[in-house]
């Protein structure tokens, strides 16, 4: 039976599950849930009675459900340990999980769509001003990743060592928002180079967001058809 990955094409933390689920080689089925219509998906009473927190991604595993992607790419570590996601020495496994956290729970939540929908339809903030703020978040975000991975010896063709693993995971999704908001990127030669590496591998482009069935968009790196 199939594992089943409750996704929406642009969430940051559902891609992040897709990729670890495809390194990992594990087969899943994807059910789409629109963070958008109808005033969101996510918070339909069906849906909230499987997912309280009323967010994606939600991984079922049989009976059992996991929600929030740090946990479940953890999970999927613990059941299927090759290809490994962290490094093997206690140290390594630590700074791995630091930047990771820098990424999903420092700056992913600052640009979530629920708080710019907060920013603009409760607290009056315009359009142009949201953006700014998005974008602020981000670049801080950014430039602190860019230090640690620029000068750090654990870096090689990824984050962590010649192999993808848990950082690239994070990274990927997070720059693929950058991108799509038309960030200058010259700033993060670093995290730029990890991000055209990763983006080789079938792994992190069959998680990309023009390949997933609830597609509306494509790879910001990939100009649109005339």
């Known amino acids: ?8 094409w642009r969430s940051s933390a559902a891609f992040r599950v897709r990729i670890a689920l495809n390194l990992k080689g594990l087969d899943y089925e994807v ?23 009323r967010l994606v991604p939600l991984y079922t595993d049989g009976n059992q459900t996991i929600h929030q992607s740090l946990a479940i790419i953890e999970y999927l570590e613990e059941i299927q340990p090759s290809p490994p996601l962290l ?3 206690a140290i390594d496994r ?23 929908r907060y920013l603009v339809r409760n607290l009056g903030v315009s359009i142009e001003a949201k953006d700014l703020w998005y974008q602020h978040w981000m670049a ?15 870096v090689g063709r990824f984050a962590c060592g010649d192999q993808p693993g848990l950082i690239d995971i994070c990274l990927v999704p997070q720059l693929f928002n950058a991108l799509s908001a038309k960030m ?25 967001w023009e390949k997933q069935i609830d597609a509306e968009g494509s790879n910001p790196l990939v100009p649109p058809k005339e």
């Open 1 to 8: 039976m199939k594992t089943q990955l409750y996704s929406f």
């Open 184 to 208: 200058d990127m010259k700033a993060y030669p670093t995290l730029m180079k990890i991000f055209h590496e990763c983006m080789t591998l079938p792994a992190f482009i069959d998680a990309s």
């Open 31 to 53: 059910i789409p849930v629109h963070l958008v219509k109808q005033g969101g998906e996510q918070i339909s009473p069906e849906y909230t009675n499987k997912n309280p927190n």
């Open 94 to 116: 630590a700074w791995v999980r630091s930047i990771a956290m820098d990424i999903a729970i420092e700056i992913h939540p600052l640009g979530n769509l629920r708080v710019l």
């Open 140 to 154: 801080l975000g950014l430039e602190s990743i860019e230090k640690q991975l620029s000068t750090d010896l654990r």
């Open 87 to 89: 490094p093997k020495s």
